[in-house]
């Protein structure tokens, strides 16, 4: 099992934690990002995070790995590699996150949602209801990062390799915005 220093280290080591000022995709203002698709870029580093995600989950019946697009994407397919099971993964169509591509989810199949990085959580909970919706059951889901420090309730199994606690702001009350830095939105969503 790897320790939370393990996977610290892999984020420094890679770049992937990155302070400064920056619009996250819940909309909210942070002074620290994590950058998972330095970390992804790294197929051996990619293999060692998903595999200990995947370990966390074994022995769950699980027959599918969701991630929400795009920092889903390539944990869903590393994981379930992992666990010797079909990859998939959500996309918003209008705004409206969805199950597309001609990817099916059959009544009562078990289903794990695995995302990068949750400060709220937001994506994972719509890949959820996606999931559910399409008749699947959700196993749990599991994360590279919680930003959160484990405030997020997702109300399944919930399991992260890296759990901190960053802060975040409504943008009206930013301390960096009143300070004037200019602020980066390295994220997948426009918000």
């Given at each position: 099992m790897l320790t939370r220093n393990e996977v610290l280290s892999i984020?420094?080591?890679t770049g992937a934690m990155l302070t400064g000022h920056f619009r996250l995709t819940s909309g909210r203002h942070s002074d620290r990002y994590f950058q998972c698709a330095m970390v992804l870029q790294h197929p051996s580093h990619t293999?060692?995070?998903?595999?200990?995600?995947?370990q966390r989950f074994a022995g769950d019946d699980i027959s599918a790995v969701v991630g929400?697009?795009?920092?889903?994407?390539?944990v869903s397919h590393e994981v379930a590699r992992a666990l010797g099971v079909r990859s998939m993964f959500t996309e918003?169509?209008?705004?409206?996150?969805?199950?597309?591509?001609g990817f099916s989810i059959d009544p009562g199949e078990k289903v794990l949602v695995v995302e990068d990085v949750i400060t709220t959580g937001g994506s994972v909970r719509e890949a959820i209801e996606v999931i559910r919706g399409l008749g699947g059951e959700i196993v749990g889901a599991g994360v590279l990062v919680d930003r959160s420090n484990g405030t997020v309730d997702l109300g399944v199994k919930t399991e992260a390799l890296?759990?901190?606690e960053v802060l975040s702001y409504a943008p009206g009350?930013?301390?960096l915005c009143e300070k004037g830095f200019p602020i980066i939105k390295?994220?997948?969503r426009n918000i």
């Open positions: 984020f420094q080591e293999e060692t995070l998903c595999r200990e995600l995947a929400p697009a795009m920092g889903g994407i390539i918003r169509e209008d705004g409206v996150m969805k199950l597309r591509r890296l759990v901190t009350e930013c301390p390295p994220g997948s």
